[in-house]
């Protein structure tokens, strides 16, 4: 493999910035516009999940704008702008089963689902935005699997799956055409949630598919998480929505379901698992208080003061200094990062994933590189983008000789 070229040998970044359309209503409940308050301006940067086939292509790549806001009525935080879902899936970079983290967050899901309901029971079980079947697959084979996903990597996998891929997006529409209506005893999706353009249909749609009584299981991330933690590097247009706990049970419930439980677990920097009961009878919880807004002004100090963390400040000193600095983990945090920080130019950034690798990360250029990269031509230090999966990427690592930053996660 071929030296990354040194970023001081990269032309000029370029600015070319692309209008969009903007939601009209509340994702989550459908209540107007003039509902929603903004929460935080980002400067305009390329789609997160964009990583580009050469340097000519990132170097043009797109800029849109980012608004976030927060819905007066329901309390859902999401993105004012409106990317539509063929732009941005029609080639997904992101394959569950590359990330450990994931494999193992997984393999206790579904663990205790198959604790909760029986391994040997012949229940029909369909995932929302399956991904490469990564908890599919672990499910009991005894039991009817259904993924709807409607990207690509789904596509690939669901080929030779012993699982049945429905490769659309999840509406009552779809739920009606496959014959779905009142079937599925279990429903479920882990971190698709904020993908999705207009969520309350999903939330109709599994009201529409799920038999009474069966159970609607949602992961989402946290936001007090994402607000306690300044972790603005989790806020872009595939992120539409983030979710409060408050917002969510509002949300779903006003559809037929009751809450019966939540969790909320460390995964990707702060998760809620909340599992809804399907009851036809439920009139909604308008009892449900919104959750405080603590926080959402510390979002927009902490993005403000970005270039000031001393992650920033440490990699900006050795840049001065001409020494190679690197970054790990090609994920869509990385995307936000280098491109919000762009006079941060880094060498290369390390990836794991082949969907990747070989790829350049849009407006930087910044090359996407295999592991053994960073062995061949060591940094002096390297930042850990994908900071939610830091320990397992230092442990690969034993007697590194750089050093290793975070901007967020810190321990």
């Known amino acids: 493999m071929t030296e990354p070229n040194s970023p001081v040998d990269r032309p000029p970044l370029n600015f070319s910035r692309m209008s969009s359309p903007t939601i009209q209503q509340c994702r989550g409940c459908h209540a107007p516009s003039s509902g929603l308050v903004p929460v935080l301006h980002m400067e305009p940067m390329p789609l997160a999940g964009m990583f580009c086939r050469s ?43 590359t990330v450990p983290g994931l494999v193992r967050h997984f393999i206790g899901f579904s663990d205790i689902l198959a604790a909760f309901y029986g391994k040997e029971s012949a229940l029909t079980y369909l995932e929302i935005g399956c991904n490469d079947g990564v908890l599919l697959n672990q499910l009991p084979p005894g039991w009817r699997r259904i993924g709807v996903d409607p990207s690509d990597v789904s596509r690939r996998a669901g080929a030779a799956a012993s699982w049945r891929l429905v490769n659309r997006p999840f509406t009552p529409e779809v739920v009606r055409e496959h014959g779905l209506e009142a079937s599925v005893d279990v429903l479920s999706g882990s971190n698709c949630l904020a993908h999705i353009t207009d969520l309350r249909e999903v939330f109709a749609g599994a009201a529409l598919a799920l038999k009474p009584g069966g159970h609607f299981w949602v992961e989402v991330h946290d936001l007090a998480a ?60 308008s009892s449900q208080a919104l959750e405080s807004e603590f926080g959402l002004d510390d979002i927009q100090r902490a993005y403000d003061r970005r270039a000031e963390t001393p992650a920033a400040r440490r990699l900006e000193r050795l840049l001065q200094e001409g020494r190679p600095i690197a970054a790990y983990g090609a994920a869509g945090r990385a995307n936000v990062y280098l491109n919000q920080l762009r006079h941060l130019r880094f060498n290369y950034i390390v990836d794991e994933s082949p969907l990747r690798c070989g790829k350049f990360i849009p407006q930087t250029e910044t090359p996407i590189v295999a592991p053994a990269e960073m062995i061949q031509h060591p940094p002096v230090a390297c930042l850990v983008t994908a900071w939610n999966h830091r320990d397992d990427i230092v442990r690969k690592y034993p007697g590194h000789s750089w050093e290793w930053l975070t901007a967020f996660g810190e321990a």
């Open 55 to 97: 340097a000519e292509s990132a170097r043009t790549a797109p800029l849109f704008p980012l608004t976030w806001m927060r819905c007066s009525c329901c309390g859902a935080v999401q993105v004012a702008e409106d990317i539509s879902g063929s732009q941005l899936y029609e080639e997904y970079n992101y394959a569950s089963s």
């Open 226 to 285: 994402t607000l306690s933690g300044g972790q603005w590097d989790t806020i872009y247009h595939e992120h539409k929505v983030e979710w409060s706990e408050s917002a969510l049970i509002r949300c779903v419930c006003r559809l037929g379901f009751t809450h019966e439980a939540t969790l909320r677990t460390p995964l990707h920097g702060g998760l809620l698992r909340v599992r809804f009961r399907r009851d036809p009878s439920a009139t909604g919880i």
